[in-house]
């Protein structure tokens, strides 16, 4: 499936079908079971990645790219960020925005549409958490050179691992119940993101930052740095 299909298939999915069960899972009202280690697995994440970004943000232009419910918006925001929160589901945004605090507001720039799109400018920093996770290796290694043509520094960004326990829950299904539930999460090697960076003319390094897995939750956070 091409990336402008897959965005498709998400924006739909995201502004629509998962749009209720998005804003649950981000919020602190009661899930599952299963749902419940999925929003412990995606905090640990969110507090793994900031953990690799200054302390203090303070004049940095940031990219959350595919923000969502605006989680990561807000912690870099607190930071002292200057935040453009891209997202392709105006639902969404309009959950981050009600949600971050007003006087937050006047760092943050909540534009809906494509997170690769020239036109959000250079940054400092780009966080893309678990925004990647449906695109094919190919389109990950394009998104990441086009976005490092205009970062100075890290790109942070998580993939679903390729590990036997990853690929064996997927086939379960049971991440979503089937009325609601996501377009396919596609497990990558370490190997073949290095590849597609390669053949999409990146240069940069790349490395593994961290693994976290709580029950339903397998994410591998990278570092790209251009
Ligand atoms: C799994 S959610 C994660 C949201 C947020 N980063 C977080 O961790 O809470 C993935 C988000 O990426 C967004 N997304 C996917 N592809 C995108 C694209 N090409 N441009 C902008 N947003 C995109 C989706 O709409 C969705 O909100």
Known sequence: MSYEATRDRLERYFDRTAAPAWERLTSDAPVSRIRQTVR???????????????????GARVLDAGAGAGQMTEALARRGA??????ISPSLLAVARRRIPAPLHA??????GDMLDERLGAFDHVVAMDSLIHYQAADI????ARLGR??????????????????????????FPRSDRSPAIVPHADAAIRAALASAGAEGT???IARIARGFYIS?????RP
């Open 150 to 175: 205009r970062t100075a520094g890290s790109i942070l960004f998580t993939i679903a691992p390729r590990t036997p326990l990853l690929m064996l829950m997927w086939a379960a299904g049971r991440f």
């Open 206 to 208: 790349l490395r593994r």
């Open 220 to 224: 591998q956070a990278m570092e790209f």
């Open 141 to 144: 290694g394009a998104a990441l």
């Open 40 to 58: 412990e697995g995606r905090d640990a994440m969110r507090a793994a990645l900031l953990d690799r970004l200054p302390a203090d943000l303070a």
């Open 107 to 112: 760092r943050i720039d909540f534009v809906a």
């Open 82 to 87: 200057r935040v453009v929160a891209a997202d």
